[in-house]
């Protein structure tokens, strides 16, 4: 038999390849992490933020396929939508993802029952404390079910009615945001709370503040803003562009004008549409009060100024007068990337920063 045609199993021990070798800091890493990684059944405890539009079969299946664990967005999807996104889904990656599901659906637990017919391994419940129902039929199916939570309470809670797992994310995120920032949120829940994995979310960039969470008791962080400029993201090239010209300043909640008539604040780039969504406002609470508009018409009336508004930005690519949902972490996308390049990125700034430190206590000043 010629040399080149030698089997593996009987080529000379000197000939086989060397098994890649493991760094210490990268070890430190994978401990770090690894009840994270157990948990999703990923090598990389990294999620990626589920968003409308954004998070489909192509950047979940990157994400996945890359090590980390991708997960569909199902937002307003019907039943036979999402059939077919996760078919889609299986059909790009054989690595586990799962689906995140808004709570007010009015066929949550028809979309549930998707999910299981497919097998997902994970269901993230989103936009609210998940009703009993679709928490029993998410653990009936045998998925693990994964929770938002926003304060410690509200945590425990959680996880006494079924939570498997938690996401807490905080102001700094892109799209509906609450009022509590991450490093406060990290700080009341994560020494507090240990019976659950919990991730974190929220204006995160780089590996070193994922670094910072896990020594803190994180178990793997969930990211969305750079991951949606990825070159796998379905987001149009103008969407894309926005994002690596933005500095962290120009993602910016939406503001309200009047206790009255509440709005639910979203992070993005200030744009014309921000600034025509305030004049709406304004002009729309004259109309009440002149009594042109009842309250409840006033109130659907601002509701629905951004109907449409996110899929024209990342569709359509309008990121004038469209929704650019985009958290504080747009700072650092500096270019469009392989999401299997973020991701190592990512990796790599950890373990730099665990490399650093242990010269700096080996050769103390």
């Not at 987001?235 to 709005?263: E, I, M």
């Amino acid at each position: 038999m010629p040399p080149d045609l030698i089997p593996l199993d009987a080529a000379p021990a000197q000939a086989r390849p060397a098994p890649a070798r493991v760094s210490a800091e990268l070890q430190t890493l994978n401990r770090l992490w690894a009840r994270g990684t157990a948990f999703l059944g990923c090598e990389i405890a990294i999620m990626g933020g589920a968003m409308s539009w954004v998070s489909e079969c192509r950047l979940v299946s990157a994400i996945s396929n890359a090590g980390g664990f991708g997960v569909i967005a199902g937002g307003s999807m019907t039943p036979a939508l999402l059939d077919a996104e996760i078919s889609a889904t299986r059909a790009r990656t054989d690595r586990p993802f799962g689906v995140n599901l808004i709570t007010m659906h009015p066929q949550l637990e028809a979309l549930i029952a998707v999910c299981h017919t497919h097998g997902v391994s994970h269901i993230v419940l989103a936009g609210g404390i998940p009703p009993g129902a679709a928490v029993r039929a998410v653990k009936d199916g045998g998925a693990r079910l994964i929770c938002f939570s926003p304060a410690l309470v509200l945590a425990r809670r959680l996880m006494r009615t079924g939570a498997d797992a938690l996401i807490i994310e905080g102001s700094e995120a892109g799209g509906h945001i609450g009022p509590v920032s991450l490093t406060v949120l990290a700080q009341e829940i994560l020494p507090h709370l240990r019976e659950i994995p919990v991730f974190v979310a929220g204006g995160l960039g780089r590996g070193e503040a994922i670094l910072s969470y896990l020594e803190m008791g994180a178990a793997g962080a969930q990211l969305g803003t750079r991951f949606a400029a990825s070159a796998e993201s379905i987001a149009h090239a103008n969407f894309k562009r926005a994002f690596v010209r933005a500095n962290a300043r120009d993602a910016l909640p939406t503001r309200q004008l009047d206790d009255g008539f509440p709005v639910i604040p979203v992070r993005g780039l200030v744009n014309e549409g921000t600034q025509r969504f305030m004049v709406h406002q304004a002009e729309t609470i004259a109309r009440f009060q002149s009594g042109e508009l009842s309250r409840e018409a006033a109130q659907l009336s601002i509701e629905h100024f951004w109907a449409g508004a996110l899929r024209r930005a990342v569709i359509d690519g309008d990121v004038q007068t469209g929704s650019v949902m985009a958290g504080q972490s747009v700072g650092m996308v500096t270019s469009v990337q392989p999401t299997a390049e973020i991701i190592a990125e990512l990796v790599s700034q950890a373990t730099a920063a665990l490399r650093a430190r242990s010269h700096r206590f080996a050769f103390p000043a």
